[in-house]
T-cell receptor
């Protein structure tokens, strides 16, 4: 059965800390892995990863994919209270072009 | 450019009633996907519409139905509401499901 597992489920750190969020997957015919940030309602897109070993960066956020070990990590450096959110990972596959499988998310709380 | 819009924002219904949720996609997008997100969970795929047809469906009963109009906007209908249907309903638009999806703010449905 295809699945996406995120860890940890929740994480509490202090401002300025660096965090690493994990997303592992078991999906047939993998095509892409996407990271989203969800604060109050709508998830907002962060990264899409399709190739192994190529880091994507946006400010203090970065992400990398390992297609051999079937996981991705999302790093946030110098965390700020505004980074508090649920971080969602989703994986798409080629056999069915019309679905993403979502992880349950990691709830990140940044304390001042 | 207006992003994805959804209406209403909040809705309270009683068991057995029917509900219609609405979504307008981001300009230039022709594909609309609907998700149900229970508290503390990742989004669960309900179905996707493209060219006014349901292209793919997740594991949801027939009580969940939808429609897409020629202007690409979409409706989600849920009949015979159950308490377990209480959730955040998210609409996402895209031009290719496996590329980034843009989410609307969601509709919070409460069934009492």
């Amino acid at each position: 059965e295809d699945k996406v597992v995120q860890s940890p489920l929740s994480l509490v750190v202090h401002e300025g800390d660096t965090v690493t969020l994990n997303c592992s997957y078991e999906v047939t015919n993998f095509r892409s892995l996407l990271w989203y940030k969800q604060e109050k309602k709508a998830p907002t897109f962060l990264f899409m990863l399709t190739s192994s070993g190529i880091e994507k960066k946006s400010g203090r956020l970065s992400s990398i994919l390992d297609k051999k070990e079937l996981f991705s990590i999302l790093n946030i450096t110098a965390t700020q209270t505004g980074d508090s959110a649920i971080y969602l990972c989703a994986v798409g596959w080629v056999d069915s072009n019309y679905q993403l499988i979502w992880g349950a998310g990691t709830k990140l709380i940044i304390k001042p | 450019d207006a992003g994805v819009t959804q209406s209403p924002t909040h809705l309270i219904k009683t068991r057995g009633q029917q509900v219609t949720l609405r979504c307008s996609p981001k300009s230039g997008h022709d594909t609309v996907s609907w998700y149900q997100q229970a508290l503390g969970q990742g989004p669960q795929f309900i179905f996707q519409y493209y060219e006014e047809e349901e292209r793919q469906r997740g594991n949801f009963p027939d009580r969940f139905s939808g429609h897409q109009f020629p202007n690409y906007s979409s409706e989600l209908n849920v009949n015979a509401l159950l308490l377990g249907d209480s959730a955040l309903y998210l609409c996402a638009s895209s031009t290719d499901l496996l590329n980034e999806q843009y989410f609307g703010p969601g509709t919070r449905l409460t069934v009492t």
